[in-house]
């Protein structure tokens, strides 16, 4: 079973608009919600991250928005560049040092 | 500062051989997770330690799958007799609060 899921599966971005990943999720005992980002041979590094006691968080271009009753977040990259291009996976835990639950992953396409 | 490294970074194994695959975390960090990644999928959790002690290991798929984390600090995960649905990449996190990856190793199993 699935503990979060995740959509598109694929997305492709004009330079300079904006790309939606959406998750969601079922257990509301999750209370964190961090966003990766996975290049080609590497490892997922930290984009930003999200408790349920806010709706919203932004970190530069990367705004995630929290939505507790509908059990779902979702991250908006603004003024999307092709060096964003890669895929993003959304994650829950518990509690921080806790496993993380991941989506399925979302591979952004942002053509120039 | 230095990230989680892992080695070795790719490993190619025979259907049937013992594989060992090593995770060096940030230093500090109390926290060691393994992942499982198959092709086009998100990370799926194996086992956790804090400090020495493996405190969670229902995620691992089989008794072949053994991890150690013996002085608190390198942890190893082993494979025995390795299977071809083993073929995967395997991450290794640390943490003090979030999780930190290392880049992973690719293992395939002929």
């Known amino acids: 079973q699935q503990q979060v899921k995740q959509s598109p599966q694929s997305l492709i971005v004009q330079k300079g608009g904006i790309s939606i990943i959406n998750c969601a999720y079922e257990n509301t005992a999750f209370d964190y919600f961090p966003w990766y980002q996975q290049f080609p041979g590497k490892g997922p590094a930290l984009l930003i991250a999200i408790r349920p006691d806010v709706s919203e968080k932004k970190e530069g271009r990367f705004t995630i928005s929290f939505n507790k009753s509908a059990k779902q977040f979702s991250l908006h990259i603004m003024d999307s560049q092709p060096g964003d291009s890669a895929t993003y996976f959304c994650?829950?835990?518990?509690?921080?040092?806790?496993?993380?639950?991941f989506g399925t992953g979302t591979s952004l396409t942002v053509i120039p | 500062g230095a990230g989680v490294s892992q080695s070795p970074r790719y490993k190619v194994a025979k259907r049937g051989q013992d594989v060992a695959l090593r995770c060096d975390p940030i230093?500090?960090?109390?926290?060691l997770f393994w992942y499982q990644q198959a092709l086009g999928q998100g990370p799926e959790f194996l086992t956790y330690?804090?400090?020495?002690?493996?405190?969670?290991k229902s995620g691992l798929p089989s008794d072949r799958f053994f991890a150690e984390r013996p002085e608190g600090s390198v942890s190893t995960l082993k494979i025995q007799r390795t299977q071809q649905e083993d073929s995967a990449v395997y991450l290794c996190?640390?943490?003090?609060?979030?999780?930190?990856f290392g880049p992973g190793t690719r293992l395939l199993v002929l």
């Open positions: 994650a829950a835990s518990l509690r921080t040092g806790n496993q993380f639950y």
């Open positions: 230093s500090g960090h109390v926290s």
């Open positions: 330690f804090q400090n020495e002690a493996q405190l969670d």
């Open positions: 996190a640390s943490s003090l609060e979030t999780q930190y």
